[in-house]
């Protein structure tokens, strides 16, 4: 969004500075003038690329690991079976979130990295979460 307002912006300032002093600029100026809209085109251009290529970027995979040790991946529940199966889909040098609830035991945390390992994933980013407290019974 931050690359999306700047865009806009940056073209309202080069139309503004356009008509602006069009009109009243001696030929040196016209020249600056010239080369400083070439300038903010190019840095336009590049801000634009960039927002496509941004919106065009998936999103990094996420597996989220419940306290009971279950594996969730794009909110479908997987056995450690479809988890590897997914993770060898992906590029070498992706990038995962492995989310995981604070009371969750190494053993299951550990095994997910053996599976991103073996997949040859090595860009594992780790997130911890506490699992909301129980409800009281009514």
Known sequence: MKI???IIA???LLASFTVGHAQDSTPGETELLRAEIARQE???QILKAKLASLETSPSTPTIVIDAQGEM???DRPLSKTQLAKKLS???QGTKVILAVDSSTGFREVQS???LCSEAGITDVVFSTHQSAPPKPIQ
Do not use: G
Request: hydrophobic share 55%; proline share 6%; glycine share 0%.
């Open 89 to 91: 889909e992906f590029p």
């Open 4 to 6: 999306k307002n700047a």
């Open 10 to 12: 940056l073209s309202l």
């Open 72 to 74: 969730t991946f794009e």
């Open 42 to 44: 190019m840095v336009l």
């Open 112 to 114: 997910v990295v053996q």
